[in-house]
């Protein structure tokens, strides 16, 4: 019966069951609250899923990157992966800050009680020694994101050089941990599709509550929303990826020509893994690198360098502050692109990662997404729109791969500079 249903394409689901959302909330008013136990399951089933995805997917992601690889090539790679990272949510935060989206919502308006933060009177130093857990088990029990984030990026990088022993005990030791969780990432990755097949559902309910209290202005802060992130991406790919590329001795102009089709690619499906093959095939037919390289950059940029992503954090986290009456103070924002950084090493370039993690970096500055709170309506506004955005963040993370891999392969020389006689191609 509900054959249909599946078949659908899931955009297309979201899509209408945002559009259904703002109708029948516009149209029953305040009597849209009946919807909100159909999208307090919605955020349940989100929340249920955010400690296992991190500690599956970074210790995975950590734990497949070689020790040899971790050498000159793979230092660099890491390196500017990490730091176009940073400069990505810095971004996201200054134009979050500027444009102040979700402000004026009041969402919280007649609400008895909000999420408390504990950031108000934490320095920002007490939230760096914070990271490292006293006891990892507590602190993935409590929901505490970057003390987890840094443990299993510890546990990872200590499986990965138990891969590589000579001792055959230890290797086997090594390689049976690593499929346990790799085994528990792929489970993960099927509990998220399932997830995301109620999506339409529960945004339809949330964001006929929202509309049903907010009525029409909340067109506004919505739209306000997408075009930050839009403005962000592109200041992030032309100062970060042009200047970057400018200082390795690459023509960006010419970059960006040459790397449209995997760009083009990556906006339409939605997915940086995905477009893999494609991103592969550009930088060896159009930019010339050496196979030696890209083969190690572009898979290793698709697990750990999620700079549209990052973006995305910045701003959003900022809309769902303003939108409930609670601006972040500066040391959560700091917050923010550290659990940013640390969460990109493990999440998945599949469609809808951003939002889930984004639920992680919420967690992490004290933003408790409680199914009926303030934080859960502000996050399903943006769940009904992240289809939008995902496009834009996709596409900005491939051609940060593509940027990384030509910098590295341009200073280390192995680069066919014959591909680049001809810039009309």
């Not at 500690?55 to 992966?81: D, E, F, H, R, W």
């Not at 940073?86 to 200054?94: C, E, R, S, T, W």
């Not at 929901?143 to 891969?163: E, H, K, P, Q, Y």
């Not at 001792?167 to 990755?189: C, P, Q, T």
Request: proline share 4%; with cysteine; charged share 10%.
């Amino acid at each position: 019966m509900l054959s249909w249903y599946f078949k659908t394409n899931l955009l297309v689901r979201i899509i209408v069951g945002l559009i259904l959302g703002v109708v029948v909330g516009l149209i029953m008013g305040p009597q849209a609250e009946i919807f909100s136990p159909v999208g307090d399951i919605l955020v349940r089933s989100l929340k249920m899923i955010v400690m296992p995805v991190i500690i599956s997917t970074i210790i995975v992601g950590a734990g497949s990157v070689t020790p040899s690889q971790l050498g000159k090539v793979g230092a660099k790679c890491m390196g500017i992966y990490m730091l176009t990272t940073a400069f990505a949510v810095v971004i996201g935060l200054f134009y979050g800050n500027l444009f102040h989206p979700g402000k004026g919502l009041e969402l919280a308006a007649g609400s008895v009680t909000l999420a408390p933060i504990p950031f108000n009177e934490t320095s920002f130093w007490d939230v760096l020694i914070m990271v490292i857990p006293t006891n990892p088990f507590q602190a993935i029990a409590e929901g505490d994101v970057l003390a987890t984030i840094f443990f299993c990026i510890s546990m990872g990088i200590a499986i990965s050089i138990l891969r590589h022993s000579e001792d055959e005990r230890i290797k086997n030791a090594g390689d049976s941990l690593f499929y346990l969780f790799e085994g528990l990432a792929e489970v993960m990755y099927i509990v998220i599709g399932w997830v995301l097949e109620y999506v339409p559902i529960g945004v339809f309910a949330l964001i006929a509550v929202v509309f049903g209290s907010q009525g029409a202005g909340a067109f506004g802060p919505l739209g306000m929303v997408v075009c930050a992130i839009y403005i962000a991406f592109a200041t992030h790919v032309l100062v970060v990826y042009g200047g970057g590329l400018l200082f390795f001795g690459v023509n960006p102009i010419v970059f960006f020509r040459k790397i449209k089709t995997a760009s083009i690619a990556a906006f339409v499906t939605r997915t940086s893994s995905g477009v893999l093959p494609i991103s592969m095939e550009v930088a060896d037919k159009e930019l010339g690198v050496d196979k030696g390289i890209y083969s190690f950059s572009l898979p290793l940029g698709a697990t750990v360098n999620m700079d549209g992503t990052a973006i995305y954090q910045g701003v959003c986290a900022l809309f769902i502050g303003f939108a409930i009456g609670e601006p972040l103070t500066f040391n959560q924002q700091m917050t923010i692109i550290g659990t940013t950084v640390l969460a990109s090493l493990g999440t998945a370039g599949i469609p809808g990662s951003g939002a889930i993690m984004l639920m992680i970096v919420l967690n992490s500055v004290g933003l408790d997404v409680t199914p009926g709170s303030p934080a859960a309506l502000a996050y399903a506004m943006i769940f009904g729109i992240d289809a939008l955005l995902d496009m834009g963040r996709s596409c900005t993370n491939v051609t940060g791969d593509l940027a990384v891999t030509c910098a590295i392969a341009s200073s280390e020389n192995e680069i066919n500079r014959e591909c680049w006689s001809n810039i009309s191609k």
